[in-house]
């Protein structure tokens, strides 16, 4: 069982930047692939970023490749989404997910092979 929490979000102006945490509790962290995804108003949620458990493989979506990194601390529980170059079109309510799905790239990108969500924190991007 692992419980997310994510803060750091907030009102941003196009340009700027932005870093989202995710604390998880529990003593097995590290087993478990992390992902961000976000959504925004009207649409349905969408993979932003994954890493994988030992943060050497990391993924994102095209839209944000350049722009957003993904580190992990597995000794803090943290996993972060460092957002710079802001868009307002980056504006959504962001989810921090683990998963403990085998290592396949495109499994990264499916919401459904996370398990456990967190409850969300807002970012919004004005122009």
């Known amino acids: 069982q692992v419980q997310l929490v994510e803060s750091g979000g907030g009102l941003v102006q196009a340009g700027g930047s932005l870093r989202l945490s995710c604390a998880a509790s529990?003593?097995?962290?590290?087993?478990?692939?992390m992902g961000w995804f976000r959504q925004a108003p009207g649409k349905e949620r969408e993979f932003v970023a994954a890493?994988?458990?030992?943060?050497?493989?990391?993924y994102y979506t095209d839209s944000v490749k350049g722009r957003f990194t993904i580190p992990r601390d597995n000794a803090k529980n943290m996993v972060y989404l460092e957002m710079n170059d802001l868009k307002p079109e980056d504006t959504a309510v962001y989810y921090c997910?683990?998963?403990?799905?085998?290592?396949?790239?495109?499994?990264?990108?499916?919401?459904?092979?996370?398990?456990?969500w967190g409850q969300g924190t807002q970012v919004t991007v004005s122009s």
């Open positions: 997910a683990a998963g403990s799905f085998a290592d396949f790239s495109w499994w990264f990108r499916l919401d459904g092979k996370y398990a456990y």
């Open positions: 529990g003593r097995t962290f590290g087993a478990y692939n």
């Open positions: 890493t994988s458990r030992g943060g050497g493989n990391s």
